[in-house]
């Protein structure tokens, strides 16, 4: 059975539910209908997707190696035909939209093969010209932006090979900019990277991002997508199981409230005076959900009702065990 994600969200976020979109498809920079990939032998590797990427969001799409987010990213930029199902990117049906769709998307997939001993600048000619879309008259002021975006500009003239692992990210990230994007599709652009290079397109992202740019970015790293995602959707062998704004995610689970006392009857009391849901008491403690009711009240109450409280806290479900609960599967949480 999918797993649900219940409860209120966070004010002006709806909480996600069990893989369903939670955005209009015309608020949507990327919308996929059924979208589904069985390759040759069988194996489904992307089943039944209903992604609602809203416009302007960081979408984070979080899943284990295998779980099938390469795939989806190209069948999403057309690069490989689905099974069944199908998507739209900026409002055009994929592949038949290509033409019109993809100068506004910025992509990388699999990084752009760049030479050593040019340098950055000189690189980015190269790929640009590889563009047919690309009017080559303007292609200096394109790559000297590009350039700029990703904080380059200084080190435009130096080779690829003296680029740290950082720069070279960001001058592949760069080379999705060659132009004005409405999107960017990044397959795990931290891979690989050293902590320093990982905080660069960290922030780089969060820089397109504020620009107005769609951002969609895989990852198998938790705590990447919690640190730079205003939305998350979460792949498990194939299925979406869960999507939408990442503070509803954490809404959608209540935190509870644990005292630990020798007068559990009498604390049970006291909680549910107080309203809180899920009252459960076992050998010397007793456990609730908080809801809206600050901690502090309930310890107030607690004491003036004259149970000893020896123990008490505040458990909040990390995004982890979250996901382990959705997916079944451990996230690597630092890489
Ligand atoms: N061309 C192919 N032919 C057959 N099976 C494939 C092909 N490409 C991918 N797969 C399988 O489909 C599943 C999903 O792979 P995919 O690369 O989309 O996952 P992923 O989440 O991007 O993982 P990773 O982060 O390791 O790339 C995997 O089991 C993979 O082995």
Redesign the pocket.
């Known amino acids: 059975m999918t797993p649900t994600m219940t409860g209120e969200g966070a004010p002006g976020t709806a909480p996600p539910r069990a893989g369903l979109p939670t955005a209009a498809p015309e608020d949507c920079s990327i919308v996929s209908t059924g979208l589904t990939?069985r390759?040759?032998?069988g194996?489904v590797?992307?089943d039944d997707l209903h992604l609602a990427v809203p416009r302007g969001s960081v979408f984070g799409f979080l899943?284990?190696?295998?779980?099938?987010?390469?795939?989806?990213?190209?069948m999403l930029l057309g690069l490989m035909s689905p099974t069944s199902g199908g998507c739209e990117v900026l409002g055009q049906p994929m592949p038949a939209g290509l033409a019109t769709a993809l100068p506004k998307v910025g992509a990388l997939v699999e990084g752009p093969a760049f030479y050593p001993y040019l340098s950055g600048e000189a690189n980015l000619r190269r790929y640009d010209a590889a563009d047919p879309m690309a009017d080559p008259r303007t292609a200096g002021a394109r790559v000297g932006a590009a350039l700029d975006k990703v904080g380059l500009g200084a080190a435009a003239k130096k080779r690829y090979r003296a680029y740290s692992l950082g720069m070279r990210q960001r001058l592949a990230i760069a080379g999705a900019l060659l132009g004005p994007r409405e999107l960017l599709v990044l397959?795990?652009p931290t891979n690989g990277l050293d902590p320093q290079g990982t905080r660069e397109v960290r922030t780089l992202i969060k820089d397109v991002a504020a620009e107005g740019t769609t951002v969609f970015v895989?990852s198998?790293l938790l705590t990447e997508v919690e640190q730079m995602c205003t939305h998350v959707g979460v792949?498990s062998t194939?299925r979406l199981v869960a999507q939408g704004p990442i503070a509803g995610l954490r809404a959608g689970h209540a935190p509870r409230v644990r005292v630990e006392s020798p007068h559990t009857a009498q604390a049970v009391f006291v909680l549910d005076r107080l309203g809180l849901a899920g009252v459960r008491a076992e050998d010397g403690e007793v456990t609730a959900e908080l809801g809206d009711v600050e901690p502090e009240r309930v310890v107030a109450e607690l004491v003036a009702d004259g149970v000893a409280v020896r123990g008490f806290g505040v458990q909040r479900p990390s995004l982890e065990e979250l996901f382990v609960g959705l997916t079944g599967e451990g996230f690597d949480v630092d890489g």
């Not at 899943?63 to 190209?74: L, Y």
Request: charged share 25%; glycine share 20%; aromatic share 4%.
């Open positions: 990939k390759f040759r032998g194996q590797a992307v899943g284990p190696n295998g779980s099938g987010k390469t795939t989806t990213i190209r397959d795990e895989s198998h792949m194939g």
